[in-house]
C-alpha cells in the first residue's frame, strides 16, 4: 500500500495593515463613546487599553510590507 505524499499547505494569508488600523480607531471610537454614555466605564477602559494594541499591530504590518 503506498501512501500519498504530503500535499503542500496553502500559504497562509496576511491581514493587511489597514484592517489592524481600522479596528484601533473603531476601539477608539467605541471607547470615546461609552466614556460619555456609561455609568460604569470598564468596557471603555477595555477598549482604550486594546486600541494602542491595534495602532502597533498596525504599524508593524505597514513596515513588514514597505519593506517587500
Do not use: H
Not at 477608539?28 to 495602532?55: K, N, Y
Not at 502597533?56 to 510590507?65: E, G, I, L, M, V
Amino acid at each position: 500500500m503506498t501512501s500519498q505524499p504530503n500535499t503542500p499547505l496553502k500559504p497562509q494569508t496576511k491581514i493587511p495593515w489597514y484592517v489592524y488600523f481600522v479596528g484601533a480607531i473603531i476601539y477608539t471610537v467605541l471607547a470615546s463613546w461609552l466614556f460619555r454614555e456609561s455609568d460604569s466605564p470598564v468596557l471603555a477602559w477595555l477598549c482604550i487599553i486594546s486600541s494602542p494594541v491595534g495602532f502597533f499591530y498596525a504599524w508593524r504590518a505597514w513596515k513588514q510590507d514597505q519593506e517587500k
